[in-house]
């Protein structure tokens, strides 16, 4: 189980990590949220595949969301990017 905040979202994955506060997100430009990830963060975090999310749950996922992810079975894969069965993502 990994909670934290979607700092990038695409079509089949999101980008969460867990050491981010509310207040380094909150209020920030792409281009500032980006310069914190490079700088900061130095791309920390894990990337979660959200190809066994149903449509909807992933449509509502926002960048800068708290989220909980769960999930049953993983193969963590080089640099922190996760596949998975059975996902969960719980919002805030």
Avoid: C
Wanted: charge should be negative; proline fraction near 1%; aromatic fraction near 14%.
């Amino acid at each position: 189980m990994f909670e934290g905040y979607i700092v990038d979202k695409s079509n089949d994955r999101i980008w969460v990590i867990p050491e981010m506060t509310k207040e380094e997100i909150t209020g920030k430009s792409e281009k500032e949220l980006n310069a914190l990830l490079s700088g900061k963060y130095h791309g920390e975090g894990f990337n979660f595949d959200t190809k066994n999310i149903n449509e909807e749950t992933v449509s509502s996922l926002q960048v800068g969301q708290k989220v909980i992810v769960t999930f049953d079975n993983y193969l963590y894969l080089f640099l922190g990017r996760f596949e998975k069965d059975n996902v969960l993502v719980i919002l805030y």
